[in-house]
């Protein structure tokens, strides 16, 4: 890559970082421009000419995050239920809260609710390759399935949510509310 486009990759990566360092904390409609491009120390039409606006950007931010999160829970150790519980709060310890944003503020901006169902798609496809082998082999397809589908719910961000902030649980007794949850279902 020239010089020429190495820069010009850092500074798309800046503004990324300054939408959402932005959104962790801001919502959406109250995000300006102009804040993000002095947060990355742009001008408002390098990020317009870049992203083409604001949902532009987000969709790109959501985009990245997207892929960071994937490679973030494949990566995770899944060699048993407490390994790969433990992975998943460690993982909503980082993303948890973005993730419910996302979802609440996917109806507002073009393009976010594609990614949003790319996003949930991609939640029960890693409950089941994370968990099939932990469920009850006996069990008819019928049960496999509704035991899946309930194992996507206990693993869904909004039950960690639920359990970290409604609940106030600490990081620790979140895990294992979650195990307590998935002993049912998983062997």
Known sequence: MSARADSAELTGERIVDAMLA??????YERIRLDDVAADAGVTVQTVIRRFGGKA???????EREFGRIVAARDAGDQRSVASTVSALVEHYEVYGSLILK???EAPQI???AELVARGRAYHVDWCRRAFEDHLDPEADEETRRVRLAQVVAICDATTWRILRFDGALTPDETER????LLAPLVG
């Open 22 to 27: 932005r959104l962790r904390g801001t919502p």
């Open 56 to 62: 532009g950007l987000m969709t790109s931010v959501v």
């Open 102 to 104: 996302t979802y609440s």
């Open 110 to 112: 073009p393009g976010l």
């Open 177 to 180: 509310a979650l195990r307590e």
